[in-house]
């Protein structure tokens, strides 16, 4: 039982020798460790919320980026819807001054071809005056005495007109 209980002697010697260790370790180690323990816990705090700021962080930037990308859609939609608008304006333009010249044309066409036929019909007076005034000269150069022979002679200057 000797092995099982110690003697006094050990044991005093022991606790002192345990109680000049944690003094020496208290006095000398005990604060580096708690330090360096309290540095690694702040260290790892801080890292953690380092983390977290920046996890919020990128997922604000990503809802940035989103919006962005949504404005840049609708600007984009925006330019080419008034492209478009340009695009139909333009060519709506385009048609109603052409349709407009047309118009101009058109009537300057009538106006030209009521003038050729007025001149034609004026033409056309111009010799049947002529045409007469010639019938009527034969006429009195022949001076028929019967009604049928001024007929017959109306009917022959005709056929020679045509």
């Known amino acids: 039982m000797q092995l099982v209980t110690p003697a006094i002697g050990l044991v005093f010697w022991m606790l002192v020798t345990f109680t ?7 006095k000398f180690a005990w604060k580096p460790i708690l330090e360096s323990i309290r540095d690694r816990e702040q260290t790892i705090e ?3 919320s380092l983390a977290e700021k920046t996890k919020a962080d990128m997922i604000r930037l990503q809802g940035e980026n989103e919006s962005l990308l949504a404005e840049a859609r609708k600007e984009r939609d925006a330019l080419l819807k008034e492209a478009r608008e340009m695009r139909d304006k333009i060519v709506g333009d385009a048609k109603a001054v052409a349709d407009e010249e047309a118009k101009k044309l058109m009537t300057r066409a009538q106006d030209e071809i009521e003038k050729q036929k007025a001149a034609a019909i ?8 002529v045409l007469s005034v010639q019938i009527a000269e034969k006429l009195m150069q022949q001076q028929l005495e019967n ?16």
């Open 46 to 48: 801080d890292s953690l």
């Open 147 to 162: 009604n049928q022979a001024q007929q017959a002679i109306i009917e022959k200057q005709l056929s020679q007109l045509n």
């Open 122 to 129: 004026d033409e056309l007076k111009r010799e049947v005056s």
């Open 20 to 26: 000049l260790l944690l003094v020496i370790l208290k």
